[in-house]
């Protein structure tokens, strides 16, 4: 399950010709963190500030966001937490530099780093959600996973064993077709990524006792 990953950076926004994002946000993203979600409305591509573990509605507060980062595509219609935005068509995207998971070597856990290898953002699928907490708007989103036990890269991942899972990519040229999907069905959307345009690596995790925030704003 993805639960660390870096985020597109402002050169990658600019190469895609994504709108600009008038919002700071982490070099690294964690639960409960806050990203850049990319979604569609009536006024074409916009960026939200969302919490990265979904929200729902019935939530007394944010907490659960730690525990629904990701989303099974198999159950979202069986799972009450994630069952209103599917059903409400509330598809996004979550742009990443990079993404990472465990590796085990000689039974030890060692993150490792996934990206693609032309140096361009992937857009990992997403369900979004707004709820209300007291009086305040909390806006939050969860990445979609897939079964990836025969996947050539996803399935040296995770825990030894038979069950593996990777983050369900949407092909750039696919974008705008997830972003206007109108059905709980997402199944043509379930594949696995090329591996061919992928890459991975062994990448340690930084000492880094504050996180430095995305400078928003382009040099001229």
Partial sequence: MCANFKPLSLKQVKDLNLPDISFEYPDEVYPNYELPLLFKSVHGLEWRKVHFGLIPKWAEDKSIALKTYNARSETLLQKPTFMNAVSKFKFGVIPVSEFYESKYIENKPQRWGVRRKDGQACYIAALYEISRIGDEIVRSATMLTMNAINHPMMKDFHEPGN???????????????????????????????????????YVPKAKIEKISPQLNFFDD
């Fill in 163 to 201: 069950v593996k899972r990777s983050v369900i990519v949407i092909p750039h040229q696919r974008l705008d077709e997830w972003l206007s999907w109108k059905s709980q069905d997402i199944r043509s959307f379930v594949e696995g990524f090329p591996v061919e345009e992928f890459e991975c690596s």
